[in-house]
């Protein structure tokens, strides 16, 4: 059972847009959560991150959200670029156990 | 970077044989991971290692064995690959502050015939 969910397996957008990426999870003990993008033949880089203490972070054009009451996350984008073109994947771990469960991942496409 | 290798990149065998994937890295990290990645599943994990001949299973163990007999290396062997684990397979380390984040490598593309 998958604790971890991306349900829009793709997102296409216009260049200089918003991109909204959206992640939800079921367990309520996940305290730290984080999105990494991934291009082709490429291993997953870390993108950025958010504690459960917080409800916001942002770094330059990239803000996540989290919403703990509806166990959902999101990761916005502004202004979206061709270079965003990847697929981006939210993942989530209790912070003792140091696992991490990731989603199945969003393909986004930034359209010139 | 985060000094992470695999090895090979990618790699043919056939149904039946014994295969090893090998992570090493470079930064002296005590946390290490094998996930798979399979379209529709995302990254699912493996084994994952917390020190040396420290291993434990993760989600999709059956099938793998894995082994870390020095901090450096963490090898992922499927004792009698089957076409069900063809996959791009990899490792990542955990870092930061609170080894909170986790750091991967290129990865290794197995086809199982």
């Known amino acids: 059972d998958q604790q971890v969910k991306q349900n829009s397996p793709s997102l296409s957008v216009q260049e200089g847009r918003i991109s909204i990426l959206n992640c939800d999870y079921t367990?309520?003990?996940?305290?730290?959560f984080l999105w990494y993008k991934k291009y082709p033949a490429e291993g997953p880089t870390f993108l950025i991150s958010?504690?459960?203490?917080?409800d916001k972070n942002e770094d330059g054009r990239f803000t996540v959200f989290l919403n703990k009451s509806a166990k959902h996350l999101s990761l916005h984008i502004v202004p979206s670029q061709p270079g965003d073109s990847a697929v981006y994947f939210c993942?989530?771990?209790?912070?003792?156990?140091?696992?991490?469960?990731f989603g199945s991942g969003t393909k986004l496409n930034v359209k010139p | 970077d985060a000094g992470i290798t695999q090895s090979p990149r990618h790699k043919v065998t056939e149904t039946g044989t014994p295969v090893t994937l090998r992570c090493h890295q470079t930064?002296?990290?005590?946390?290490m991971y094998w996930y798979r990645q399979d379209p529709g599943h995302g990254l699912r994990l493996i084994h994952y290692s917390y020190g040396v001949k420290d291993t434990d299973k993760g989600e999709v163990s059956d099938g793998y064995s894995v082994s870390r007999s020095k901090t450096e290396d963490f090898l992922l062997t499927l004792e009698s690959a089957t076409s069900s684990q063809t996959s791009v397979y990899f490792c990542a380390i955990a870092a930061g502050v609170e080894k909170n984040i986790q750091y991967f490598g290129a990865g290794t593309r197995l086809s199982v015939l």
């Open positions: 930064e002296n990290h005590r946390y």
């Open positions: 958010i504690s459960s203490i917080k």
């Open positions: 367990n309520s003990m996940f305290d730290y």
């Open positions: 993942a989530a771990s209790v912070n003792n156990f140091n696992k991490f469960y």
